[in-house]
């Protein structure tokens, strides 16, 4: 019943910024009890994982994002965020959301091409 669905995603310069939006459609009252993570995955690369936030908005960073990118909740909106900076071309990937340890279908992620 959960749907995840990513957006805000779209070509953007070397160097630049970009936020992204995950709307978990349907969790109701759920949203703020579960721990939520975004990952990336390159073309022909296995997915990574970028950040996550917990529950009371505690944040985790991968190496890469720490200092660049900034993941949030927002309770209203039922939406977890990623505001990314300082992009580079090797960070061309789908960028999705998930639950850790979760049985929710992924969503189709969004797509971040970031030319040379």
């Known amino acids: 019943q959960v749907q995840l669905v990513e957006s805000g995603g779209g070509l953007v310069q070397a160097g630049g910024s970009l936020r992204l939006s995950c709307a978990v459609l349907?969790?109701?009252?759920?949203?703020?009890?579960?721990?939520m993570v975004w990952y990336r995955q390159a073309p022909g690369k296995q997915r990574e994982f970028v950040a996550h936030?917990?529950?009371?908005?505690?944040?985790r960073y991968a190496d890469f994002a720490k200092g660049r990118f900034t993941i949030s909740r927002d309770a209203a909106k039922h939406t977890i965020d990623l505001q990314m900076g300082r992009l580079e071309p090797d960070e061309t990937a789908g960028y999705y959301c998930?639950?850790?340890?979760?049985?929710?279908?992924w969503g189709q992620g969004t797509q971040v091409p970031v030319p040379p």
């Open positions: 998930y639950r850790p340890n979760g049985f929710w279908d």
């Open positions: 936030v917990s529950t009371s908005g505690t944040t």
């Open positions: 349907g969790s109701g009252k759920v949203f703020g009890t579960v721990t």
